[in-house]
């Protein structure tokens, strides 16, 4: 990770601290599995995957793709870069609204 897109994300993760205070966001640790999105947020019974990129026309590394869609089926996950960063923030605050705690029988 270059050092425009490490600022970016270490903005980021402060602005995902103050829209969801009570969450855990941690960094993830991709060297284990390669395409494994860069930051995940647990919030309450909710959570979250974020690929952190410097622009909107970034190179997706192998597996990239594959696990940031695998991950949305699952819950919520985007690719984020400063072009979308609103909508996307918009959309987990939504996604998180929306979400209840599965009820079994």
Known sequence: MNGRENKFQASLVKELHT?????????????????????????????????????????????QDYYVAKMNRMSFSR????????????DLQQAFRTRRRTRLP
């Open 19 to 63: 829209l969801f205070p009570e969450a855990i966001i941690t960094k993830m640790d991709s060297g284990k599995i390669q395409g494994i999105p860069d930051i995940l947020i647990l919030n309450g019974p909710n959570w979250a995957t974020l690929e952190v990129k410097r622009s909107a026309t970034e190179h997706h590394q192998p597996n």
């Open 79 to 90: 690719f984020i870069f400063p072009e979308n960063k609103e909508e996307v923030l918009n």
